[in-house]
């Protein structure tokens, strides 16, 4: 093992232990700090082999996560395991893998975000608080159905 892929791997190694990784944002990672595309092939055997990389597993814990805490809907989890190198197919089981008593459905994600969000909107005028509640659904990706739903909900509450 060359002295670049000794240093390549440490620094891998310091990288996954922040946090879990793609594959892809390894490989960028690494490539960002100059080493050629043999010692990060090299690099990144070596990590799959220890079982420190692996896509799926990746995909399924980060897309618990980001419903969890960021409250984002399905399609945009989909979108932000695609945006971190992660490949359709394991995307889209790390998508269908979410099951709706661990996480809740989109209609139950989306009213839980829409009431923590509607605390902080409660000194506006009425209107101006849905349409910024309305936007805020927007950007975690929920669609219109599943807004009006959740707007429906929380009138009655």
């Known amino acids: 093992m060359s ?73 945009a989890v989909g979108y932000e395991l695609r945006r971190k190198g992660i490949s359709e197919i394991n995307a889209d089981a790390a998508v269908e893998g979410l099951s709706d008593d661990e996480t809740g459905s989109d209609d139950e994600v989306a009213l839980r975000v829409a009431r923590k969000k509607a605390e902080s909107l409660a000194g506006l005028e009425t209107e101006k608080a849905r349409r910024r509640l309305v936007s805020y659904l927007q950007r975690r990706g929920f669609s219109y159905g599943v807004i009006s739903g959740a707007l429906r909900a929380l009138n009655k509450e």
């Open 3 to 75: 002295a670049d892929e000794k240093r390549a791997r440490e620094l891998s190694y310091r990288y996954l232990a922040i946090r879990p990784r793609s594959k892809a944002e390894v490989v960028r990672y690494l490539g960002g700090k100059g080493f050629t595309e043999d010692i990060v092939s090299a690099v990144i055997l070596t990590l799959e082999g220890y079982g420190y990389l692996d896509d799926a597993k990746f995909a399924s814990g980060w897309a618990r996560q980001l419903v969890g805490t960021k409250g984002l809907s399905r399609r």
